[in-house]
């Protein structure tokens, strides 16, 4: 009697599993934006990253509100404090939804200057804000800057 064989030419699942798993993960790529300050950039308060952020906002408003007349967003920005409460980084993790504008946002809240932090135990401490805008067809230009309470 003759026998007859085969031969499975098919992937093993665990095989095909771990090359898909592999090539899915080399499809997906992730993209972390940080901002430090510029030496010999002039630190600075909330007030002065609220006026500095309204003179650039005015210049943006006109694009952002396109053909409606208004426009406003808000984002959340992880501060790196050190202990004399200066921001040695900004790291975006609520976009505005505008790059220009997270991109003018990043660099002032990178030069953001706090009191001194003189319970902060380690060298760097994460510091959370929100940042908002508002823009209006009448000219206004308006950012918001708000701490944790």
């Known amino acids: 009697m003759r026998g007859t064989a085969s031969i499975r030419m098919a ?50 408003c006109p694009r952002l509100m396109g053909s409606t007349g208004q426009a406003s967003g808000q984002a959340r920005i992880r ?4 202990r004399s409460g200066a921001a040695q980084r900004a790291q975006f993790t609520r976009s505005s939804g505008d790059e220009r504008i997270d991109t003018i946002w990043g660099a002032l809240a990178a030069r953001l200057k706090f009191d001194a932090q003189a319970q902060q135990r380690s060298d760097l401490a994460p510091f959370m804000v929100t940042v ?18």
């Open 11 to 60: 992937m093993p699942w665990r095989f095909c599993s771990l090359a898909a798993a592999t090539l899915l993960a080399a499809c997906v790529t992730s993209t972390t934006r940080y901002f430090t300050p510029t030496d010999g950039d002039a630190r600075l308060t909330q007030d002065d990253f609220r006026d500095e952020s309204d003179q650039l906002l005015r210049v943006e």
């Open 79 to 82: 501060l790196l404090i050190d």
């Open 132 to 149: 908002g805008y508002s823009c209006s067809a009448n000219g206004t230009a308006v950012t918001t800057l708000q701490l944790p309470t």
